[in-house]
């Protein structure tokens, strides 16, 4: 997740800068699955956009791992269920 601090720092750090501007609007088009042109990104300078292309990366590896765990959670709940059912027939 070293990307998504990364971003989050320089927009912190320099909010009005452009790259701070076309990185929240990336974020916020992630978060939202809502278009985002892709001809923003290369406004950025190399650096940059690298990072946009890290923080893509990481938020793609981040919701699978958030999938992955809300599977977990409902497979956990249902085992449960299942324990609780067995006790009360026993």
Known sequence: ??????ARKLIEARPESPAA?????LVVAL??????????LYQLDYD???LA??????WRLDRYYASKLRLLDA???V?????????KSA
Not at 53 to 58: C, H, K, N, P
Not at 79 to 87: T, V
């Open 21 to 25: 501007v076309t990185l929240s609007s």
């Open 31 to 40: 978060e939202t699955e809502t278009p985002f042109l892709l001809a923003e």
């Open 1 to 6: 997740m070293l990307a998504l601090k990364k």
């Open 53 to 58: 292309l890290e923080v893509m990366i990481e």
């Open 75 to 77: 497979s956990v709940q």
């Open 79 to 87: 085992g449960e269920k299942s324990a609780k059912q067995d006790h």
């Open 48 to 50: 940059e956009f690298g």
